[in-house]
């Protein structure tokens, strides 16, 4: 494989978390506690164990399994968001994260505003944003609402608003996070389209979702997480139709 196409290059990565399973109700028990040396009860669940995944210029990858099985976390690691504490995680090109509904958002700002926040973040100019603006708004169809605070916006609307932002900045690599699964059914024809003219144009595509025809349509190789750790990987119809033969038993 040659080195230069690999977008993302993940080796050996392990991701763990403290749970706590048991918190103190208030601050005076939490210092009662430790003038005690009551320790707090917690568990290490590791959310992914041992990946590794090359992703090549280009690619579409679907990233499947039930909750709590690693997707996010995946995604987090892959967009340099969260680094793994074990093994290590190589980005080759410029990202646009769709990760979590809202990141990068704030909530008192109105939409013309969290624009130009959210497109900052992402690395962009005050110049270079200008230029997008119109486009981002005609293909959010918010134009009406542009200048309300977001606050005031539907999940929907929110997703539309990130999605159109993250999609007209024209990344090398661009990571979705159930964002189809949200809004009417119009824009999200809209959203599908035009992540299959990514794909044609060489974006690197991961993608998230637990609807498999999705998943079918616009994924070149799928990846199967279960437990954190990768239960299969290959191509779609083969993947997807193990996967459901699984989940239904």
């Known amino acids: 494989m040659n080195e230069n196409n690999i977008m993302i290059r993940l080796q050996d990565v392990s991701v763990k978390y403290r749970l706590i399973r048991e918190r103190p109700k208030s601050f005076q028990e939490y210092v009662i506690n430790y003038l005690k040396g009551k320790r707090i009860n917690a568990r290490i669940l590791w959310a992914l164990k041992d990946i590794s995944l090359d992703v090549r210029k280009g690619e579409s990858l679907g990233i499947i399994g039930l909750n709590g099985a690693g997707k996010s976390t995946l995604l ?4 340099g968001v969260l680094k793994p504490v074990e093994g290590s995680a190589s980005i080759n090109g410029k990202i646009a994260p769709l ?3 809202g990141a990068g958002f704030d909530p008192e700002l109105t939409g013309r505003e969290n624009i130009y926040l959210n497109a900052s973040i992402l690395g962009f100019s005050r110049k270079e944003i200008d230029e997008k603006y119109n486009s981002i708004i005609e293909f959010s169809e918010l134009k009406d609402f542009i200048n309300t605070p977001l606050k005031n916006y539907s999940s929907g609307m929110i997703a539309r608003l990130g999605f159109s932002i993250a999609t007209e900045v024209n990344p090398d690599i661009l990571i979705v996070d159930e964002v189809l699964a949200v809004g009417d059914a119009y824009f999200k024809k809209k959203s599908r389209e035009r992540m299959l003219e990514f ?6 595509i991961l993608f998230v979702s637990h609807n ?3 998943v079918k349509n616009l994924c070149d190789r799928v990846l199967w997480l279960e437990n ?4 299969l990987v290959g191509e779609p119809k083969k993947v997807t139709a193990e996967y459901q033969s699984t989940i239904s038993k």
Do not use: F, P
């Not at 794909?199 to 690197?204: Q, S």
């Open 99 to 101: 990760i979590e509904l």
């Open 212 to 214: 498999m025809e999705e």
């Open 228 to 231: 954190g750790k990768i239960k």
């Open 76 to 79: 987090k690691v892959a967009s």
């Open 199 to 204: 794909r044609k144009r060489g974006v690197t």
